[in-house]
């Protein structure tokens, strides 16, 4: 738990908040000056509204949530002495604000970094409090999230949301963006070469913006081809890897059901699979999560060759975190809210959150049924699967991907399937999408 309020907090695994706090504090600041208190709400705003307003217990809890935020100058002002949301219908009006505008970068007092989950910046205090531990599980305001959040994709699919790709310094394609950009890319069989942005994906990189028409046109980028061979593709023992992504954990033995809300995070197999029935096949298996990062390539592709058997996407929740990430921590006795918030909780929300399912049945016998699971993160919680049931795919074919960013996947195999070879978490560099993953024996 950080505690110092004048230090400079570095967190938030995949770079979708900026590593530097009071960058991030500074950037909230701006939203709250720019917002105007009497624009109208956008209608969707104006029906989350009225069910806060004639739903008692909605209510209770988004009016305890920002209550219960402590009163304390690091949780009551930002760094610029600027107040902190405090009511839900100031919420409301930074809302409407944010429907209209893209992730982009920040460059104030020399701190650069990316917000890349604006909603989930504003609600960064009201998530670790009890209240709103319980308002985030809670299905009524989950069903309006997603329709927010579904206006909001609309916009980043709109030419308008392209404003934020262009060449300032607070562009995609500015001097620092395009360098981020590439240098995340730039890793396994193209690390050493000279290739610059426009090189490794399909773009125009003379045209405005790379030739991008909007924010997800953007996010979504394919690689060119050979950018990123398949491993080994006529080796059925080779697993590629799903997502270009960093390493999280790798468990084994996993069991039906366990506290996944716990600090410790253990998988359960049947609320991470939605207690499909094929859910019992993974128990006493192996699980392997990794997360993207925001400025990484988002698409997904098939870790085996085989035949899709089910391919479905799970409604969740949009911005639960547990509790011992807050002040209402059973573990700790804590008045602090942890910052890193819930890109921290990683292995709780694949259990929770948003989550594509494809099950693959391996022409490898070695693996046989295996599992892919996107999971969305606040936000960037839309999930596209491009496979259908009873589909072959190829090792490295693609199958799916996040819109407007992307979040943590897992794969999940069988009990008794030997496999080896996965990488450790600390990596500094993502793992190549449709690289070397793990072996089976």
């Given at each position: ?202 773009c125009d990189a003379s045209a405005p913006n790379h030739g991008f028409k ?228």
């Amino acid at each position: 738990m950080a505690k110092d309020s004048s230090a400079h907090h570095l967190y938030h695994v995949g770079n979708w908040m900026p590593a530097d706090h009071k960058a991030h504090k500074e950037w909230l600041a701006g939203v709250i000056q720019e917002v105007d208190d009497n624009a109208p709400l956008h209608p969707v705003l104006e029906e989350f509204k009225t069910l806060i307003e004639t739903n008692t217990r909605v209510y209770m809890l988004l009016a305890s949530m920002f209550n219960e935020v402590p009163r304390r100058k690091r949780y009551g002002h930002d760094p610029t002495g600027n107040p902190e949301i405090r009511d839900y219908s100031h919420f409301l009006q930074v809302l409407n604000h944010l429907l209209t505008t893209a992730p982009s970068w920040t460059d104030k007092s020399h701190r650069v970094g990316l917000v890349g989950l604006p909603i989930n910046a504003v609600l960064d205090w009201p998530m670790g409090t009890p209240s709103g531990y319980a308002a985030f599980l809670d299905p009524e305001i989950n069903q309006q999230l997603k329709k927010i959040l579904n206006v909001w994709g609309e916009y980043l699919r709109s030419p308008a949301s392209a404003d934020v790709l262009g060449a300032s310094k607070h562009g995609w394609f500015g001097e620092t963006g395009l360098r981020d950009l590439t240098a995340v890319a730039k890793i396994g069989p193209v690390a050493a070469t000279n290739l610059q942005f426009g090189d490794m994906f399909e773009c125009d990189a003379s045209a405005p913006n790379h030739g991008f028409k909007s924010w997800d046109h953007f996010f979504t980028r394919q690689f060119r081809e050979g950018i990123r061979p398949v491993a080994e593709p006529e080796n059925g023992k080779v697993i590629a890897n799903a997502c270009e992504s960093k390493p999280f954990k790798t468990a084994h033995h996993i069991r039906a059901r366990d506290k996944f809300w716990i600090k410790s995070q253990p998988y359960s197999v049947l609320d991470m699979l939605g207690h499909d029935s094929l859910a019992s096949d993974f128990v006493g298996g192996t699980i392997y999560q990794a997360f993207l990062s925001a400025l990484s390539y988002h698409r997904w592709h098939a870790p085996v060759s085989g035949k899709v058997v089910k391919a479905y996407v799970i409604d969740g929740t949009y911005y639960s975190e547990p509790l011992f990430e807050g002040v209402g921590n059973p573990e700790v006795d804590t008045n602090e809210i942890d910052m890193a918030g819930q890109v921290t909780s990683q292995g709780y929300i694949t259990s929770t959150a948003t989550r594509a399912l494809i099950f693959i049945e391996a022409d490898e016998p070695a693996i046989g049924l295996m599992a892919f699971v996107g999971v969305g993160m606040a936000e960037v919680s839309t999930c596209e699967i491009t496979v259908k049931e009873g589909q072959r795919v190829q090792k490295g074919d693609e199958i799916g991907m996040f819109h407007f960013g992307g979040s943590t996947h897992c794969l999940i195999f069988r009990k008794g399937v030997d496999i080896s070879g996965f990488p450790e978490p600390g990596m500094e560099d993502n793992v190549p999408v449709r690289g070397k993953l793990a072996v089976v024996s």
